[in-house]
């Protein structure tokens, strides 16, 4: 699922984080990429990924199957690319009830995909 933005990196990010935390979720990480490449010497366009949750959304499908807590929490990514435009993506959580045994799940996965596309439209101010 992919977005793009109408605002540059820093904005997006920023938006980002403040649509999270609006609704009250925790966020556990913000990987700044670019970042890290620079510290070891590298250049690497503006890429940020922030991980955020709700464990009361995730620990339901933690416990009808454990194998999706790799993939959770859920996270987002911000991403410049070579001409300068910012995109906003994540992947589908509906697609979890796939790949692990969550079919009786699937009301919390429509949430979830629900929030994520209000997080990204807020993000990109689309």
């Not at 010497?41 to 454990?66: I, S």
Request: charged content about 25%; overall charge negative.
């Amino acid at each position: 699922m992919i977005r793009k933005s109408g605002v540059d990196q820093k904005a997006t990010v920023a938006r980002l984080v403040a649509a999270v935390e609006r609704r009250e979720l925790t966020v556990f990480v913000h990987v700044d990429h670019a970042e890290h490449a620079h510290r070891a010497g590298l250049e690497l366009p503006p890429t940020d990924v922030l991980v955020f949750g709700n464990p009361r959304a995730g620990t339901p499908l933690m416990a009808t199957d454990p194998r999706v807590a790799i993939d959770l929490p859920l996270r987002m990514l911000v991403w410049e690319d070579a001409s300068g435009l910012v995109f906003v993506g994540h992947h589908d959580p509906r697609e979890l009830a796939v790949t692990y045994e969550l079919v009786e799940q699937q009301a919390i996965l429509e949430r979830m995909a629900d929030l994520l596309d209000a997080i990204s439209t807020e993000a990109a101010g689309s």
